[in-house]
Nanobody
Framework: QVQLVESGGGSVQAGGSLRLSCAAS????????MGWFRQAPGKEREFVAS????????VYSNSVKGRFTISRDNAKNTVVLQMNSLKPEDTAVYFC????????????WGQGTQVTVSS
């Protein structure tokens, strides 16, 4: 009952910035967890960042900590991933994800948006 749509991907030079947005619709509530994952060519999908819909319990992967920021706008039902100081290794398809479980796996997924960082 949750639909997720990502936007904001594109191509950027190393050192540049991009702002990804995830628009959520359907049934949501404050205990829901929202997250961003990415999948590079030939690699498995990996965790990037997450937070509860309330804004609490923000977590980042070590590879993006200090460069990326996850936030949410409850009024607009959106989750944003601000990506700064981008590196070529950040190139991947970025997916928005959600779950209504406190500790369970993410089980709602968007279609993904491509991010390409050139050197």
């Amino acid at each position: 009952q949750v639909q997720l749509v990502e936007s904001g991907g594109g191509s950027v030079q190393a050192g540049g910035s991009l702002r990804l947005s995830c628009a959520a619709s359907g049934s949501t509530f404050s205990s829901s967890r929202m997250g961003w994952f990415r999948q590079a060519p030939g690699k498995e999908r990996e965790f990037v960042a997450s937070l509860w819909w309330s804004g609490a319990n923000i977590v980042y992967s070590n590879s993006v900590k200090g460069r990326f920021t996850i936030s949410r706008d409850n009024a607009k039902n959106t989750v944003v991933l601000q990506m700064n100081s981008l590196k070529p290794e950040d190139t991947a398809v970025y997916f928005c994800a959600a779950t209504k479980s406190v500790v369970g796996p993410f089980d709602y997924w968007g279609q993904g948006t491509q991010v390409t960082v050139s050197s």
